[in-house]
């Protein structure tokens, strides 16, 4: 299975808004609705900031928010803060009842 | 508040099987919830290894599946990863995680380094 496309970088300044895409197949983003997305600092776990494309996990900021529109999901982080400097993977269950995270995207505020 | 650490070796021979165990405390893991392994080799993404839910039904990363192996001890609440057969390239944080029933890593351990040379 492959991974799901990321751009590797994204970057914004303080305030502004930001959106991660996410492409797949069929197979996987476009077939189901279990798509999520982790933000994961340096030399941490990565944490779970979305479920099921567009629900956020209880304490996770109403600053971020999900969707999807065919095989792409995106991740978007609306006024954005320092602390936001992370890195983000999107994730899809496939219709092979396997799992496939993306390849990340760098956010630099 | 559920919380999970990764246990085992730093450090693994090529052609040697690689065995984690990860503790599960403040959830029991007969729960409704899956249980999984994730690693990241340094400085790359996220791989996704498998999951495991308590009724045995188990589910593996088919570029990995002939070499991997999760199990479930209920009666310690720990889950384990056995990874035979093991190469530089397996060399990774590895992570354990609660998975929830719509694929999502809800709860993730620290990860632990484990580094696969001679």
């Known amino acids: 299975q492959s991974a799901l496309t990321q751009s590797a970088s994204v970057s914004g300044s303080p305030g502004q808004s930001i959106t991660i895409s996410c492409t797949g197949t069929s197979s996987d983003v476009g077939g189901h609705n279990y798509v999520s997305w982790y933000q994961q600092h340096p030399g941490k776990a990565p944490k779970l900031m979305i479920y099921?494309?567009?629900n956020r996990p209880s304490g996770v900021s109403n600053r971020f928010s999900g969707s999807k529109s065919g095989n792409t999901a995106s991740l978007t982080i609306s006024g954005l803060q320092a602390e936001d400097e992370a890195d983000y993977y999107c994730s899809s269950y496939t219709s092979s009842s396997s799992y496939v995270f993306g390849t990340g995207t760098k956010v630099t505020v | 508040q559920v919380q999970l650490q990764e246990s085992g070796p730093g450090l693994v021979k090529p052609s040697e099987t690689l065995s984690l165990t990860c503790t599960v405390s403040?959830?029991?893991?007969?729960?409704?919830?899956?249980w999984g392994w994730i690693r990241q080799p340094p400085g790359k993404g996220l791989e996704w290894i498998g999951h495991?839910?308590?009724?045995?039904?188990?589910y593996y990363n088919p570029s990995l599946k002939s070499r991997v192996s999760i199990s479930l001890d209920t009666s310690k609440n720990q889950f384990s990863l056995k990874l035979s057969s093991v190469t530089a390239a397996d060399t990774a944080v590895y992570y354990c995680a609660r998975v929830a029933s719509g694929w999502y890593c809800d709860s993730w351990g620290q990860g632990t380094l484990v580094t696969v040379s001679s």
């Open positions: 495991m839910y308590p009724n045995g039904n188990t």
């Open positions: 403040g959830y029991s893991i007969s729960g409704g919830y899956y």
């Open positions: 099921d494309v567009s």
